[in-house]
């Protein structure tokens, strides 16, 4: 514990806790008298535990114990967590220095909401301050609903300007939870509560965006004269923007970026349509970017520029790019990223990277779609092309059950089973575990299909 705040905690009557817990003393004048003593041993690791009291999951319960019987008035348990559990010492750190703020601020007899105007109005300090010291069933104390400081605070937030919104919508600002941006999203979302009911997901989307956007690259965000549709906007545009940029070299061309306005304004549920975006952007990269050609969205329906596309892949087997023939024997670098053998309920999936022209074009030929158009980019190093097969029973030869895309900066792009089909659950797990032995960033693309896929056989 740090020393300022040890101090403060004893002078509230706490001088038998302040005795167990500092017990150094008494342990040197054992060990002078037997060298041997194992209070060595008692002594080193309070001795560290010390310097950080929360990594000990008995100092805070005792603490609160403690507490509960002599201050005055409550103090939630989520300010004397534990957080023995986790792995990031930095983000604990930081999360245990402003809990020792804040108790420090109840502590002192100054008022909090003064202190800490920059994170909370009156009306959530009061919320946020509020436990309860009765003991439930003669033996526990019941205590605030929350021993986590983080949920406590986000449900400080919703409760009180009655949001409606579960807390997992916040996950993402778990390791930065009282950055400026979060504050200020939150009165932004209290402005406009009225407007977002129903909206959990547009909601979540905006806090992705925020983070990743302005929060992880150090940026503030003014929420000054923003609106739910400006900042609705903003989000896809960025979404849309990602998904293109490890995809196209030119992307700050003319008809990319319409493209991307085009998208955001015209496509409803985009999220749930990569694939169709993908196609389509690869349908105007090579036939009128590559050739110094415009394109025009005016008076363009979603349904329209689909069905030009669906058109040109069709017609195009080889990706419409006349020298796309010399790519067959042509042969690349393997990737990093490992094959991958899996056995289960007597089915084995094998994911095996593509690294010649003619097995890209067999790929093409046997699951009826366009993956041979990738040929380039495979040459390039700006994609790598998995096939995934199935054997199951006593069938020796496998199936081909779907094709996978990833990215140079091992992110998954999309997943195609044959012509074009959406992939089922299973296969989408055993795609996940293949994923994750190799660090490759899957993001919401497999979670967010679950919505239509079958279910697990």
């Keep these: 514990m740090k020393g300022e705040t040890f101090i403060l905690l004893a002078g509230f009557d706490l001088i038998d806790l302040a005795k ?19 209070g060595f041993l008692f002594k080193e690791r309070f001795l560290k535990v010390l ?41 604990i750190k930081w ?29 959530e300090v009061k919320y946020f301050l509020v436990c309860d010291w009765v003991k439930s069933n003669g033996t526990r104390l019941k205590m605030c609903d929350f021993s986590d400081l983080i949920d406590h ?16 919508v916040f996950q993402v600002f778990r390791d930065c939870f009282a950055h400026q941006v979060v504050i200020e999203y939150f009165k932004f979302l ?35 004269n923003m609106t739910l549709q400006k900042l609705k906007r903003l989000s896809d545009e960025w979404y849309v923007s990602n998904m293109f940029r490890d995809r196209i070299i030119n992307f700050d061309h003319k008809i990319v970026q319409d493209y991307i306005i085009f998208i955001c304004k015209k496509v409803s549920r985009f999220r749930d349509k990569e694939e169709e975006i993908r196609d389509i952007l690869d349908f105007l990269r090579t036939e009128y970017i590559n050739n ?22 069709f017609e ?53 779609h366009c993956v041979f158009s990738y040929a380039g980019d495979c040459i390039k190093g700006y994609c790598c092309i998995f096939s995934v097969s199935c054997k199951s029973g006593e069938d020796d030869s496998g199936n081909r059950i779907a094709t996978v895309e990833i990215s140079k900066n091992r992110e998954l792009v999309q997943v195609r089973g044959p012509c074009n089909a959406s992939i089922d659950n299973e296969t989408a797990e055993i795609i996940k575990i293949w994923a994750v032995e190799n660090k490759i960033d899957c993001g919401n693309y497999l979670s967010n299909r679950n919505r239509f896929y079958g279910q697990v056989a």
């Excluded at 319960?61 to 986790?86: A, C, G, K, M, T």
């Excluded at 110094?292 to 005016?298: A, H, I, N």
């Excluded at 990737?335 to 084995?348: H, P, Q």
Aim: net charge negative; aromatic share 20%.
């Design 153 to 168: 605070f986000f449900n400080t937030k919703i409760r009180v300007n009655n949001l409606y919104l579960p807390l997992d």
């Design 95 to 123: 999360i245990g220095d402003l809990a020792d703020k804040w108790l420090m601020d109840i502590f002192s007899g100054e008022s909090f909401y003064k202190r800490n105007k920059e994170y909370f109005t009156k009306s």
């Design 292 to 313: 110094g050609q415009d394109f025009s969205f005016e008076n363009m329906t979603w349904q329209e520029l689909k069905r030009l596309s669906d058109e040109w892949h």
């Design 316 to 368: 195009n087997e080889w990706g419409g790019d006349p020298y796309s023939r010399n790519y067959l024997n042509t042969k690349w670098e393997k990737s990093s990223i490992k094959d991958f053998s899996y056995k289960k309920d007597r089915k084995a999936w094998t994911i095996k990277e593509i690294t010649t022209g003619e097995s890209l074009y067999e790929e093409g030929e046997k699951m009826h």
């Design 20 to 38: 167990k817990y500092l017990p150094w003393k008494p342990t040197d004048e054992q060990m002078k008298r037997n060298p041997d003593w194992p």
């Design 51 to 91: 310097q950080y009291w929360r990594f000990d999951d008995s100092i805070p319960f005792d603490f609160y114990s403690v507490l509960r019987q002599f201050y005055p008035d409550p103090i939630p348990f989520s300010l004397l967590f534990s957080y023995s559990e986790l792995n990031d010492v930095k983000n």
């Design 190 to 224: 209290c402005n406009n509560k009225k407007y977002i009911k129903s909206k959990e997901e547009e909601i979540r989307n905006f806090c992705v965006f925020l983070r990743k956007q302005y929060i992880d690259n150090g940026q503030d965000f003014d929420f000054e």
